[in-house]
């Protein structure tokens, strides 16, 4: 096998580990919640947060309702009990009283508002619990096959890299030393096979005088354009 043959055989196990490892990478991001399943998430805590307020909300309420019904009752037991004789103060006890009603009106009317509220927002909670079941069920089916295919792609990575070093292992030093270089500076491609009389990287015509090199020695050989390894097929 020529020199330049054997570098775009090492080019071609380079560039499907190239492939394979931004795939994983890639995996290895999509493995993180999605933007859909952190929404859901979200949407379902702001609607159980909300119901939460409104429970304990409604608690309170309750509690200052129950609270003003025992006033209503002392206030009403001094002023029915008999114990009180006094005109003016059976007046104002009766003042007390009808204040304390219309308070315990307005804060019942309130408590029955913060009821429907409350189904309104079980409703709701309900809906985005579902939702977000739904979200999570598809992200943790999608979550199985990204596992699968990363399972996969590293086995391919640990085989392709022990073939890799074999292969290294017979390049001649100063081989790979021109290899590696053009392999940075050429974005992954240091090797391009001599397609229709041009550079299948570029698609310039070697010189004939290039030409009649590569066809005759086993030499390293670069396109004048873009200064890859070219190989001629046989």
Not at 47 to 61: F, I, N, V
Not at 194 to 208: F, H, I, K, N, R
Request: net charge negative; aromatic share 2%; hydrophobic share 40%.
């Amino acid at each position: 096998m020529r020199r330049a043959e054997r570098l775009l055989e090492l080019q071609t196990i380079d560039l499907a580990l190239d492939t394979a490892r931004k795939r994983v990478r890639a995996i290895d991001a999509l493995l993180a919640e999605s933007d859909a399943l952190r929404a859901a998430r979200q949407a379902a805590e702001r609607s159980r947060s909300r119901l939460a307020q409104l429970h304990t909300q409604s608690k309170d309420l309750e509690l200052q309702s129950a609270t003003l019904d025992e006033k209503i009752k002392t206030v009403e037991d001094r002023l029915y009990g008999g114990a009180v004789k006094n005109p003016k103060e059976l007046a104002d006890l009766q003042k007390d009283v009808a204040a304390l009603r219309r308070h315990k009106t307005g804060l019942d009317d309130t408590l029955l508002g913060v009821f429907d509220e409350m189904e309104r927002a079980e409703r709701e909670h309900g809906a985005r619990q579902a939702e977000l079941a739904q979200v999570e069920a598809a992200w943790q089916s999608d979550q199985a096959a990204l596992i699968s295919e990363r399972a996969q792609l590293s086995a391919r990575i640990t085989a392709s890299d022990a073939e890799r070093g074999t292969l290294r292992a017979d390049v001649a030093s100063d081989d790979l030393a021109v290899y590696d270089r053009l392999r940075a500076q050429r974005h992954g491609q240091a090797v391009a096979r001599l397609e229709d009389g041009v550079c299948g990287a570029c698609g310039v015509q070697p010189s004939a005088n290039k030409m009649a090199h590569l066809q005759r020695d086993d030499a390293l050989l670069a396109c004048g354009n873009c200064e890859r390894i070219i190989v001629v097929s046989d």
